[in-house]
């Protein structure tokens, strides 16, 4: 039977751009959210968020000239994926065949340059008819627009510029299933590679919406906490007191691969993917399902896959961790909770839960593929990190959610969530690789 | 994880939505007569874009509150064009394959809905410039200047809050699983034209790893907008025209004549079954999908095609579909009319088919309804299967003449159709093939 490793890890986040140096700075509880320097936030309702910071991708890739400008979301994605590559050893391996080795993203679109779509939208208003006059809008989009930023908005650029990167020209998919995205793209890149279609599949995801539109766009959906202190303690998850989600931003990049393909180039798999959910709430648009029934489904799909009865008692869970999707928003850490207990039964109390964005924000496409190297950090490491700022406790929530203090613990099986704005869910479920 | 034994997999019902109309027999009768979509845009005045041509489906022909129920209705207010017309597509789709759900009627679903999910390919929409720019212009200074700080303070409360909910990509699969109640896997898929074809790859490999029986899967995009006609211009991919010649010559694939593209608006959703599915419901399948192949390009720039991509992608197909070029009645190239896509397709295609190629057929869609970004690898797929179950290849418009592929201009011929390639490389280097088989072949 085909398994699927895990190989290789890397990625840029809010907290640092190293594995080892975010690693640390989470079992150590800390926050990376700040004030916004990307653009004046000050008159926002929302002025703080979680930025990547001292990240030049030019010493991320082999010759920068190759790559034309790439928008920021494909720099983050450049950044992570050569620390995988490079940790995976497939950067020295001769070997490879390209046709086999493809790329499965969920990334998002490219950063829109706010300054001069206001610009052009406001100076081609015509009042009288009250909407763009479409001839000037055309004008002065030709003057103000850089040409090449707007085709780096497509959401499958990454794609191509990891691709000119490694050379990768197997099967290539880019999802954008809003903040489930990066964890449906690794669990389908495990499926191309179980259905015997490719040997290595780069995977992972990236985004940015750290723009003055994004910021706008959450803020007028009220999912956006507009604490009013200090930013460090903003984003706090599972708290009676949480008041919506910190924007993050950054990527995580794996290497998968099949066991065979790793052991016969002598590849050290880091742990194994063996389970995949995915599912639909087929509810509302703008609410979840009041049941946790979309999540909860994600959840006992991916661990049917896994082949684990994750709901019978026992002393020593089959889980050891749970990566929530943890948004600190009301309704997702009431109904995630709901849903974990849907799919774990009796056993929900005994698994240690926690949620990173307590300390990064939310890195909406790209969440899930950091949230699932954190998972196997946890299960290298024995090492479980906090979910920060767990200070008051909401009564309705009574899970274990590892507050504020990370957590020695034997770690050999984990479930990462993820769920999507308009009810699209995904569950991996990955293990200490045991040969 | 373990993977089940591969089943056959087949397309049960077509629903496609374009500049000529909405369903697949407006679009097949069109292009059987080799009627056009194409004229000048007329959603807003293009005179200020060198390429003022697209395949745009007129306002009054498609109203989507009147075909979603009464409790979506309300939901409706959220949607962007291309939502719209992907929950159209998918009523179609679902009205096709002579299924009930949620959707259709208060009577049980046919399939469990825990068994339907749905993968739709879709674009980078665009937002609509006259709704932010109401809002945008609130925060205008006086010297013309943008007031960022007004626009956070008081601007943004002029945008109507779940602004942002219309132009998320995944909200096509979205409203569709609302509608349908489909609670299977759901994924969007953002690869520009090669979109329809990688969501029916995965709606294919849900079904057959057994997580799914049927997926409602395909994919649509609206580029007839300002910002998304713009975003095209940026490509040098657009023909330039104002619209006042023969739009039947407009788009002329594969022609050593051909100055570019054109957009357009509209897409397809299918119903994907696995045939022990359909058989046992007593569905009627349009085709088999026989094989699948996707592959990157590795090239100097996302605009760029790479011939080995589209050979590799063809030749994974066919290993599948277990059948050589021979075996090849009907192919459907992206055939866009980009010059240099076209010759790279070409080089790809002959890759396979060797000067074989010039006696296999072509249907060109892109002169007909425009290039539909998202939207158009399904619009393929279902003309495709129409062709396959007409056993009739329509018309096609162009030039007069194309060197080293049967790709010019003609009349609709009735011939013998066992299986079609349909093959498209997309901006950003995603290329898929598959190959359609009728069903018994």
């Given at each position: 039977?085909?398994?699927?490793?895990?190989?290789?890890?890397?990625?840029?986040?809010?907290?640092?751009?190293?594995?080892?140096?975010?690693?640390?700075?989470?079992?150590?509880?800390?926050?990376?959210?700040?004030?916004?320097?990307?653009?004046?936030?000050?008159?926002?309702?929302?002025?703080?968020?979680?930025?990547?910071?001292?990240?030049?991708?030019?010493?991320?890739?082999?010759?920068?000239?190759?790559?034309?400008?790439?928008?920021?979301?494909?720099?983050?994605?450049?950044?992570?994926?050569?620390?995988?590559?490079?940790?995976?050893?497939?950067?020295?391996?001769?070997?490879?065949?390209?046709?086999?080795?493809?790329?499965?993203?969920?990334?998002?679109?490219?950063?829109?340059?706010?300054?001069?779509?206001?610009?052009?939208?406001?100076?081609?208003?015509?009042?009288?008819?009250?909407?763009?006059?479409?001839?000037?809008?055309?004008?002065?989009?030709?003057?103000?627009?850089?040409?090449?930023?707007?085709?780096?908005?497509?959401?499958?650029?990454?794609?191509?510029?990891?691709?000119?990167?490694?050379?990768?020209?197997?099967?290539?998919?880019?999802?954008?299933?809003?903040?489930?995205?990066?964890?449906?793209?690794?669990?389908?890149?495990?499926?191309?590679?179980?259905?015997?279609?490719?040997?290595?599949?780069?995977?992972?995801?990236?985004?940015?919406?750290?723009?003055?539109?994004?910021?706008?766009?959450?803020?007028?959906?009220?999912?956006?906490?507009?604490?009013?202190?200090?930013?460090?303690?903003?984003?706090?998850?599972?708290?009676?007191?949480?008041?919506?989600?910190?924007?993050?931003?950054?990527?995580?990049?794996?290497?998968?691969?099949?066991?065979?393909?790793?052991?016969?180039?002598?590849?050290?798999?880091?742990?194994?993917?063996?389970?995949?959910?995915?599912?639909?709430?087929?509810?509302?648009?703008?609410?979840?399902?009041?049941?946790?029934?979309g999540p909860a489904a994600a959840m006992n799909n991916a661990l049917s896959q896994a082949g684990i009865d994750a709901k019978t008692a026992t002393e020593n869970p089959p889980v050891q961790y749970i990566s929530a999707h943890g948004t600190s928003t009301q309704e997702n850490d009431l109904i995630e909770t709901m849903a974990i207990k849907l799919a774990f039964g009796d056993n929900a109390p005994n698994v240690p839960i926690s949620s990173i964005k307590s300390m990064m924000g939310h890195l909406i496409a790209a969440a899930g593929s950091v949230e699932l190297i954190t998972c196997i950090m946890s299960i290298q490491t024995n090492m479980l990190v906090p979910t920060i700022n767990l200070d008051n406790p909401d009564p309705a929530l009574d899970l274990d959610y590892i507050p504020n203090t990370a957590r020695e613990a034997q770690v050999d099986c984990c479930l990462s969530n993820s769920f999507g704005f308009g009810g699209q869910n995904n569950t991996l479920v990955v293990k200490r690789f045991n040969p | 994880m373990s993977q089940s034994d591969n089943n056959k997999v087949v397309i049960s019902g077509v629903g496609v939505i374009s500049a000529l109309g909405v369903g697949i027999d407006p679009l097949w009768e069109a292009m059987l007569e080799g009627q056009t979509g194409l004229k000048r845009i007329e959603r807003f005045d293009p005179s200020g874009f060198a390429s003022q041509v697209a395949g745009e489906l007129a306002e009054d022909e498609f109203k989507v509150r009147k075909i979603v129920p009464k409790s979506h209705r309300k939901a409706t207010k959220v949607m962007c064009r291309d939502t719209e017309l992907a929950v159209g597509a998918a009523a179609l789709a679902v009205e096709n394959a002579g299924i009930t759900t949620a959707g259709t009627s208060d009577d049980p679903p046919t399939i469990d809905p825990n068994r339907v999910g749905c993968h739709i390919g879709a674009g980078l929409i665009s937002a609509d410039v006259n709704e932010l720019g109401a809002a945008l212009v609130t925060s205008k200074k006086e010297d013309g200047s943008f007031d960022l700080e007004h626009w956070g303070s008081e601007g943004m409360q002029n945008l109507t809050p779940l602004w942002l909910l219309k132009y998320l990509p995944n909200m096509l699969a979205c409203h569709v699983t609302i509608v349908h109640d489909c609670r299977g896997p759901s994924n969007t898929i953002t690869c520009c034209e090669a979109s329809s074809g990688l969501s029916i790859a995965e709606s294919r490999r849900v079904i057959q790893r057994g997580d799914a029986d049927a997926c409602l899967s395909g994919g649509v995009e609206d580029r007839v907008n300002p910002l998304a006609l713009y975003r095209q211009h940026c490509t040098n991919r657009l023909t330039e025209t104002d619209g006042s010649g023969d739009m039947t010559q407009v788009v002329r694939p594969f022609a050593e004549d051909a100055n570019g593209t054109v957009i357009g608006e509209g897409g397809g959703i299918l119903f994907i079954e696995s045939e022990i599915s359909c058989n046992k419901r007593g569905g009627s399948p349009w085709c088999t999908i026989e094989g699948i192949g996707c592959r990157q390009s590795f090239t100097d720039t996302p605009l760029d095609a790479d011939p080995h991509a589209i050979e590799s992608a063809i030749g994974k197909a066919m290993s599948e579909a277990q059948c050589t070029p021979n075996d090849i009645d009907l192919i459907v190239p992206l055939g866009s009319g980009i010059r240099k896509i076209d010759s790279v397709e070409l080089e790809g295609l002959t890759a396979i088919f060797g000067e074989a190629l010039q006696n296999i057929p072509t249907i060109t869609t892109i002169p007909f309804t425009g290039n539909c970004m998202a939207g158009n690898g399904a619009i393929c797929i279902g003309v495709a299967a129409k062709a396959i179950n007409e056993q009739t290849i329509p018309a096609r418009l162009g030039s007069e003449s194309t060197i080293g592929i049967d790709a010019a201009k003609c009349c609709a011929i009735k011939t013998s159709i066992k299986r079609v390639l349909v093959v498209t490389p997309s901006e950003g280097g995603q290329c898929v093939a598959l190959i359609l088989g009728r069903v018994g072949t």
């Open positions: 039977m085909t398994r699927v490793v895990v190989t290789g890890m890397g990625w840029i986040t809010p907290l640092g751009n190293d594995l080892d140096t975010v690693w640390k700075r989470m079992c150590k509880g800390e926050s990376a959210i700040a004030t916004i320097e990307r653009f004046d936030a000050s008159s926002f309702p929302t002025k703080f968020a979680g930025q990547v910071r001292n990240f030049d991708w030019t010493q991320y890739v082999h010759n920068a000239a190759d790559h034309h400008e790439p928008a920021m979301n494909s720099q983050f994605a450049l950044g992570a994926a050569k620390q995988a590559w490079e940790q995976s050893g497939l950067g020295s391996y001769q070997e490879l065949n390209h046709d086999r080795a493809g790329i499965y993203l969920g990334a998002g679109e490219g950063v829109l340059d706010f300054s001069a779509h206001s610009m052009i939208d406001t100076h081609s208003w015509n009042v009288e008819d009250g909407k763009v006059d479409a001839v000037a809008w055309a004008k002065f989009a030709t003057a103000q627009l850089d040409e090449w930023g707007e085709v780096e908005q497509e959401p499958n650029m990454p794609l191509w510029h990891l691709a000119r990167e490694y050379e990768l020209r197997g099967p290539a998919f880019n999802c954008l299933t809003a903040c489930a995205a990066s964890t449906q793209a690794i669990g389908e890149a495990t499926s191309v590679l179980l259905r015997g279609d490719a040997d290595v599949m780069l995977a992972g995801g990236t985004h940015t919406m750290l723009h003055a539109l994004g910021i706008t766009g959450f803020n007028r959906l009220t999912a956006l906490s507009t604490f009013d202190g200090d930013p460090q303690k903003a984003s706090k998850p599972f708290s009676r007191d949480r008041g919506g989600f910190v924007m993050g931003e950054g990527s995580g990049m794996l290497v998968l691969e099949t066991l065979e393909h790793a052991i016969a180039r002598g590849a050290t798999p880091l742990a194994e993917i063996v389970g995949f959910g995915s599912s639909a709430d087929a509810y509302r648009i703008t609410d979840l399902h009041p049941e946790g029934r | -």
